[in-house]
């Protein structure tokens, strides 16, 4: 095996790592911890989310890139990739990683700078408005953890494919 290729995947698995460990993290770990302590939630996900999200953005970057890298060379022997099961796999992949950026996006572009203008002072009461979009971000989080999860599915899979 080449070097160039072992240090690419390398990359890709600590970029996933990274990502759906971050996740993990603050969906099912920081959130439930710290709103026992009393913290309200918007409090919590906004500082998870402001921390994580330079991180969270390294990583996808870093996974499309050499995601790319390691479907062009795995893809070279192939004929027709749409007519195997890797290649079906990998496009559902590839739509996966999509839906997951924009998800992404949609939480710390547009959801989570609106949270911090939103926040409320320390001992004030949430208004409606930031209590819904704090709901938005939960929901979305969920999304892209479960969208995390589809996504090695299909990298089991093309481990498989590849060998058959």
Avoid: C
Wanted: no cysteine; charged share 10%; glycine share 8%.
């Amino acid at each position: 095996m080449e070097v160039a290729a072992v240090i690419i995947r390398w990359f890709h698995l600590i970029a996933a790592f990274t990502l759906l460990g971050g996740l993990i993290f603050m969906n099912v770990v920081l959130t439930p911890a710290v709103g026992a302590k009393g913290i309200p939630p918007q409090f919590i996900r906004l500082m998870g989310m402001q921390r994580f999200k330079r991180y969270a953005w390294i990583s996808m970057v870093t996974l499309v890139i050499t995601g790319f890298m390691i479907a062009f060379v795995a893809l070279r022997d192939v004929e027709a990739p749409l007519g195997t099961p890797y290649g079906i796999a990998l496009l559902i992949k590839i739509i996966l990683v999509f839906l997951m950026i924009a998800v992404t996006a949609l939480n710390s572009l547009i959801y989570g700078p609106k949270l911090v203008e939103g926040a409320p002072k320390p001992k004030e009461e949430p208004s409606t408005d930031v209590t819904v979009l704090q709901g938005r971000i939960v929901i979305l989080s969920y999304v892209n953890l479960t969208l995390g999860f589809g996504i090695l599915l299909m990298v089991a899979i093309l481990n498989f494919a590849s060998k058959t």
